[in-house]
């Protein structure tokens, strides 16, 4: 059947059309979103502007073939249609019909840039959706360890822009404990903004300090993450090596079953 055809190449990630299908997707969305940028300047605009405009009129369009296609060949439409992915491939493509019928609503046309999210769609091409896979089991496994991380790290910042606010005081720019964890932030993160700075000289060793701790802490996260990757393939190995010697085992115990049957037949002779 037709829907079952156009089912294999549009969600079939695993057939040789849907991938073919998934990677013409992505070129088309990452072209639909260069348009969006480039129409965004305004020297372009004025000189180009017509011309992106067919432009996005016709990446529209695809766009919302594409997308009635898929609420005609998927199995639950009302899943599809409610689920992200399926809100935001509605959102990438209303602007642009909007602004036919109510023009001042032109301003939000960088909405369309949310096509960009639809990239995630890659994940569903086997060797990301593996890698996507691990990732998402890192990130899971290392989660109360970064939520510990994080509590630490805010613990931190309140302590030291209470100290901040206590050392410079409103006079140097520290007007209250809020806007000094916000600067302790700044700090730690070695942003830097600037628009807060210790005068005296123990202010300035405290962001010295700040500062030193904070290239020491960009680390930990990293880390964290890396360690569970490391443990997961690890894991994964260990379960590989037991699959195989249990394969070894079957085969062995098929090789003696074969030779009893063998001699078996043997003997009836």
Same mark, same amino acid.
């Given at each position: 059947?037709?829907?079952?055809?156009?089912?294999?190449?549009?969600?079939?990630?695993?057939?040789?059309?849907?991938?073919?299908?998934?990677?013409?997707?992505?070129?088309?969305?990452?072209?639909?979103?260069?348009?969006?940028?480039?129409?965004?300047?305004?020297? *372009?605009?004025?000189?180009?502007?017509?011309?992106?405009?067919? *432009?996005?009129?016709?990446?529209?369009?695809?766009?919302? *073939?594409?997308?009635?296609?898929?609420?005609?060949?998927?199995?639950?439409?009302?899943?599809?249609?409610?689920?992200?992915?399926?809100?935001?491939?509605?959102?990438?493509?209303?602007?642009?019909?909007?602004?036919?019928?109510?023009?001042?609503?032109?301003?939000?046309?960088?909405?369309? *840039?949310?096509?960009?999210?639809?990239?995630?769609?890659?994940?569903?091409?086997?060797?990301?959706?593996?890698?996507?896979?691990?990732?998402?089991?890192?990130?899971?496994?290392?989660?109360?360890?970064?939520?510990?991380?994080?509590?630490?790290?805010?613990?931190?910042?309140?302590?030291?822009?209470?100290?901040?606010?206590?050392?410079?005081?409103?006079?140097?720019?520290?007007?209250?404990?809020?806007?000094?964890?916000?600067?302790?932030?700044?700090?730690?993160?070695?942003?830097?903004?600037?628009?807060?700075?210790?005068?005296?000289?123990?202010?300035?060793?405290?962001?010295?300090?700040?500062?030193?701790?904070?290239?020491?802490?960009?680390?930990?996260?990293?880390?964290?993450?890396?360690?569970?990757?490391?443990?997961?393939?690890?894991?994964?190995?260990?379960?590989?090596?037991?699959?195989?010697?249990?394969?070894?085992?079957?085969?062995?115990?098929?090789?003696?079953?074969?030779?009893?049957?063998?001699?078996?037949?043997?003997?009836?002779?």
């Amino acid at each position: 059947m037709l829907k079952d055809k156009l089912r294999e190449v549009i969600f079939g990630y695993r057939t040789r059309a849907g991938k073919l299908f998934d990677i013409f997707l992505l070129i088309a969305i990452m072209l639909s979103v260069i348009g969006v940028i480039l129409d965004s300047e305004s020297k *372009i605009h004025t000189k180009h502007g017509d011309l992106l405009l067919d *432009i996005e009129w016709g990446f529209t369009i695809l766009f919302t *073939i594409e997308y009635i296609l898929r609420i005609y060949c998927v199995r639950s439409k009302r899943k599809y249609i409610f689920s992200s992915m399926g809100i935001i491939d509605l959102l990438s493509i209303i602007p642009t019909y909007l602004v036919v019928f109510y023009p001042p609503i032109g301003s939000l046309i960088g909405i369309r *840039i949310m096509r960009l999210i639809r990239v995630f769609r890659i994940f569903q091409l086997t060797p990301y959706l593996r890698s996507g896979h691990r990732m998402e089991i890192a990130l899971k496994s290392s989660r109360p360890k970064i939520i510990v991380f994080i509590l630490y790290i805010s613990l931190i910042v309140v302590i030291l822009g209470t100290l901040m606010y206590i050392v410079e005081g409103q006079k140097n720019g520290f007007d209250n404990i809020p806007d000094s964890i916000y600067w302790a932030v700044v700090t730690l993160t070695t942003v830097g903004y600037g628009d807060v700075v210790p005068v005296t000289e123990l202010g300035k060793g405290i962001a010295v300090l700040i500062m030193m701790l904070g290239y020491a802490i960009i680390a930990v996260p990293t880390g964290i993450v890396s360690a569970e990757f490391a443990k997961n393939d690890k894991e994964q190995l260990e379960n590989q090596d037991e699959i195989l010697s249990k394969e070894d085992e079957i085969l062995n115990k098929l090789n003696a079953l074969e030779s009893k049957i063998d001699k078996l037949k043997r003997d009836e002779k």
